[in-house]
Antibody
Framework: QVQMVQPGTEVKKPGASVKVSCKASGYTFTSYGISWVRQAPGQGLEWLGWMSVYSGDTKYAQKFQGRITMTTDTSSNTAYMEVRNLRSDDTAIYYC????????????????????WGQGTTVIVSS | QAVVTQEPSLTVSPGGTVTLTCDSSTEPVTRGHYPCWFQQKPGQAPRTLIYETTNKHSWTPARFSGSLLGGRAALTLSGAQPEDEAEYFCLLSYGATWVFGGGTKLTVL
């Protein structure tokens, strides 16, 4: 079955970077995208961005542009998201999810849905 | 950026029917926003219920359905069960960009 496996917890100091991993299994990794979503304690879901594994195209939420980078390693079916210059308000659970379903806008393909979620990685930013 | 608004909380009786809605600040919600709905229980990751307005996954209980209603996306729960008590989030696509609603806390009581 489709699974997205994420490590449990990362603890970082303000100003540091974190690279969260998401190992996919049970499907052809390059046939879908990956999206990243975070949830601060007691808050709602916040979309960070998505990446096409096949083409390498990425789309980041404007708020995070310049501070996050999404990558994949197709040899290990693993997606990564790096967040740089961490602040205390970056403390959150970071989820990956398989992106599926998309539409063309001109020559560009945009994902618009996810199906299977990882269990999340808790990132704690504290001095 | 658009703001997506949901009812903060709703209550439904066991066996009852309730409709949650998802509104966009910039324009009426249409199929072109590809509305999705997610269920999240405390301490768990979200679970996708509905995608592309009305489509269900294999794991989506039949009592959940998605639609458009008066310029909003809607999630209807018919025959609520105690295990449906959860927070529900909608997601709208604006071209390449996605925006989540703030969530609706559904109580089954």
């Amino acid at each position: 079955q489709v699974q997205m496996v994420q490590p449990g917890t990362e603890v970082k100091k303000p100003g540091a970077s974190v690279k969260v991993s998401c190992k996919a299994s049970g499907y052809t990794f390059t046939s879908y995208g990956i999206s990243w979503v975070r949830q601060a304690p007691g808050q709602g879901l916040e979309w960070l961005g998505w990446m096409s594994v096949y083409s390498g195209d990425t789309k980041y939420a404007q708020k995070f542009q310049g501070r996050i980078t999404m990558t994949t390693d197709t040899s290990s079916n693993t997606a990564y998201m790096e967040v740089r210059n961490l602040r205390s308000d970056d403390t959150a659970i970071y989820y990956c999810a398989r992106a599926r379903g998309g539409h063309f806008s001109g020559d560009s393909y945009f994902y618009h849905a996810v199906d299977v979620w990882g269990q999340g990685t808790t990132v704690i930013v504290s001095s | 950026q658009a703001v997506v608004t949901q009812e903060p909380s709703l209550t439904v009786s066991p066996g009852g029917t309730v409709t949650l809605t998802c509104d966009s600040s910039t324009e009426p919600v249409t199929r072109g926003h590809y509305p999705c709905w997610f269920q999240q229980k405390p301490g768990q990751a979200p679970r996708t219920l509905i995608y592309e307005t009305t489509n269900k996954h294999s794991w989506t209980p039949a009592r959940f359905s998605g639609s458009l209603l008066g310029g909003r996306a809607a999630l209807t729960l018919s025959g609520a069960q105690p295990e449906d008590e959860a927070e529900y989030f909608c997601l709208l696509s604006y071209g390449a960009t996605w925006v989540f609603g703030g969530g609706t806390k559904l109580t089954v009581l």
